[in-house]
């Protein structure tokens, strides 16, 4: 991971990610959190709804946004607020393209707001927001 300071940061600096959710991502994160939800873990029910099949959970897929940020804004960042829209489902075995740019920031206040998406392969915006960030 990268060490770099707030003045290393410019606005439009962006980093991009590539992820497939797998079985093995949803069922960990199902015991992880403890939502044995049936749309993300019966195939057989999941197949008799809208979405045709097992769908990953919406803050898995947006976890991804944090490893992004990441190797974007280094070890001397962290996290202050993310906000989050979901615009559609990402089924388990798709891949998404998650993407980080840097939209504004504000050295006085150690602060940098970064515009982050995670577009499934087939090119359909999944999840959308902004994240906010501080530097130490």
Same mark, same amino acid.
């Not at 980080?100 to 150690?110: I, L, M, P, Q, Y």
């Given at each position: 991971?990268?060490?770099?300071?707030?003045?290393?940061?410019? #606005?439009?600096?962006?980093?991009?990610?590539?992820?497939?959710?797998?079985?093995?991502?949803?069922?960990?994160?199902?015991?992880?959190?403890?939502?044995?939800?049936?749309?993300?873990?019966?195939?057989?029910?999941?197949?008799?709804?809208?979405?045709?099949?097992?769908?990953?959970?919406?803050?898995?897929?947006?976890?991804?946004?944090?490893?992004?940020?990441?190797?974007? +804004?280094?070890?001397?960042?962290?996290?202050?607020?993310?906000? +989050?829209?979901?615009?559609?489902?990402? +089924?388990?075995?798709?891949?998404?393209?998650?993407?980080? #740019?840097?939209?504004?920031?504000?050295?006085?206040?150690?602060?940098?707001?970064?515009?982050?998406?995670?577009?499934?392969?087939?090119?359909?915006?999944?999840?959308?927001?902004?994240?906010?960030?501080?530097?130490?």
């Amino acid at each position: 991971m990268k060490d770099i300071t707030i003045q290393d940061v410019a #606005v439009g600096d962006c980093e991009v990610w590539t992820r497939t959710i797998t079985e093995a991502d949803v069922v960990f994160y199902a015991g992880i959190i403890g939502d044995r939800g049936p749309l993300h873990l019966d195939e057989k029910f999941a197949s008799g709804t809208r979405f045709k099949g097992r769908v990953s959970y919406g803050m898995l897929t947006a976890g991804y946004i944090g490893a992004t940020l990441a190797n974007l +804004l280094g070890i001397r960042s962290a996290y202050v607020a993310q906000t +989050l829209k979901f615009h559609a489902p990402v +089924l388990i075995g798709e891949t998404v393209t998650i993407e980080a #740019v840097v939209t504004r920031k504000d050295e006085e206040r150690s602060r940098v707001w970064v515009r982050t998406t995670c577009t499934r392969s087939d090119g359909v915006l999944a999840i959308d927001g902004e994240g906010e960030l501080f530097f130490f």
